[in-house]
């Protein structure tokens, strides 16, 4: 079983009612069928959207080709999501917030909604007093440097990016753009 260890978060309730886990739903037969009572599918669609992210989580795959992942296929019950549905799914990805469409058929996925991790951030540099100075995307990003408590350590440099954009358009930050990602450099602004 590829995917036996997955499993929901405590943020998960709705996602395991009754005390289902993420996996007993993805055993569920139903689920693979797009369901036509919209209270239903809407369940059902915020259940797709936790398995997908628990997946991705586990599998540390962000950037993703629905179509091909082998989330929506279960061989043990001999169970496939077809093609309207995972397209559902795509949708209910990106409406959730953390996720967004790249290319065709591909979506970046975030483990944390880019405003809130914008926010949590924002609280970090200002607690650490790092206003007013300049740092890489490196120093806030790679595991090596930064700092356990830092909420960007080790994240998805795509997400960090959106994470610096929000921080940038909201006049908390200036990012500085490099030829590498690795160049880049920002500073946070106190706001009054």
Known sequence: RPHARMSASKDDDEATAAGWTLVDWRNFHPMYTLQPVESTRKHQLKLWVDLVHAWA????????VLAECPVFENAEI?????RQGIEAVA???????????VASGRVQLYPFRPAHLADRLYDFVTRNGMLDSVYTVFELHDESVASQDNPCRGVDIALLRKVLDILERDDKAEVFRGTTTQEDGVKFFAIS
């Open 57 to 64: 989580a586990e599998e540390k795959q962000w950037n993703l």
């Open 78 to 82: 001999a169970r496939k999501l077809p």
């Open 91 to 101: 949708g209910a990805l990106v409406a959730d917030g953390r996720a967004e469409r």
